[in-house]
Every structure is written in C-alpha cells, then in structure tokens.
C-alpha cells in the first residue's frame, strides 16, 4: 500500500490538490493561495501568510519557485480561487475588464499542475447555495488549457537544480523564516 502523503505523480498530485480544495471550501468557505509539491523527502505544502496586494502575489509566487528549487521538487501544483471570464452569449469576449468586474464571470478554483513531463490543468467551477455559502465543485466543460502564463507559472525549475542552487534556495528560504518542517505539516490531519 502506498503512503498517501507521497504522490507519485501529477495526477495524484492533482488529486490531493482538489481534496484539499474541497475541505477547505466545506469548512471556510474559501481556498487559499496554496503550493503542493512532490519531492524526493516527501510532500510539501505552503500557504503564504497574505495575497493582500500584487506585491504579496508576486512574493508567492516567487516564494513557490524557491520552495521547489530547495527541495528538487518533481512536481508541483498550484491552487489559487478566482474569477474566470466567459464569453458572452454572442460568443464575443471582453478583453477590457478584469474577469472580476465582468456580467459574464465564473467562480472557480484552479489547479495548476507541473511535472518534467509537462503541464495539467483543472478547473473547479463553484456552486454556491441561495444564502452564498458552498454547495459542491461543478463540472468544467469548457477546453483543456494547452499552455499557461502568468506569476503562477513555470514554478518548477526548467532542470533539475544543482546541488548549489538547491543549498542557496534553502539559505534564502531559512533567511524568510520558511522552514521544512512547516513545509511538511499534513493539512488532512486537522
């Protein structure tokens, strides 16, 4: 029987991604900003501390490259809730608003997944009660991402990092105050 802290690939990571994404909307209503990431110690999971402002999603972001850097991450999967933005009824889409201001929005929580073997994504559209609360993750029917772009992107190293990067990342991270022992709690265990 395998451990179920220790994905073994993407796609386990991904699932274990989405559990994660549904205990956190059953008990709080929302998800936060969170890396998973398979490596050779084991699992690591962060959440960073706030999402405040551009500043703080670029620290993220940056955070998660190093994390994985410092511990040669094999895969990593990214799970961030946002707004999505569909086109219209016409088919037409608005490019000059953010998805967050736009009549034709969706609320979803998504997963971004990497591995050396390439990139997966997932899209959890959420159903909300009558009151707002959550209800349950819909089916997502729209097409798969083919490619991704963005501060959560390319959090993965292009290589396997050398034994130098790896110990400068974790003299960074140390310095920042993110710990492997933090990084390795099981949040499935609250």
Excluded: Y
């Excluded at 009549?103 to 009660?129: A, F, N, W």
């Excluded at 290589?159 to 790896?166: A, C, Q, W």
Aim: charge should be neutral; proline fraction near 8%; glycine fraction near 8%.
């Amino acid at each position: 029987m395998s451990n179920p802290l220790s994905p073994q690939s993407l796609d386990a990571l991904l699932a274990r991604a989405e559990d994660f994404a549904l205990f956190s909307m059953r008990s709080g209503g929302k998800v936060p900003p969170t890396l998973l990431a398979d490596t050779p110690g084991g699992p690591l999971f962060f959440v960073p501390s706030t999402l405040r402002d551009e500043r703080a999603k670029d620290n993220f972001a940056h955070t998660a490259r190093l994390i994985c850097i410092a511990h040669a991450a094999t895969a990593a999967v990214m799970i961030l809730e946002a707004w999505m933005k569909l086109a219209s009824p016409d088919g037409t889409l608005d490019l000059s608003l953010p998805p967050s201001e736009s009549l034709h929005r969706k609320e979803v929580v998504m997963l971004t997944g990497e591995s050396r073997d390439g990139c997966k994504q997932k899209i959890l559209p959420i159903i909300r009660t009558g009151a707002g609360g959550f209800f349950t993750f819909g089916e997502f029917t729209g097409p798969e991402g083919t490619s991704f772009q963005g501060r959560f992107a390319q959090i993965l190293p292009p290589k396997v990092p050398s034994p130098e990067m790896v110990a400068k990342a974790r003299m960074v991270l140390a310095a920042m105050g993110v710990t492997a022992e933090a990084l390795r709690r099981d949040w499935s265990g609250n």
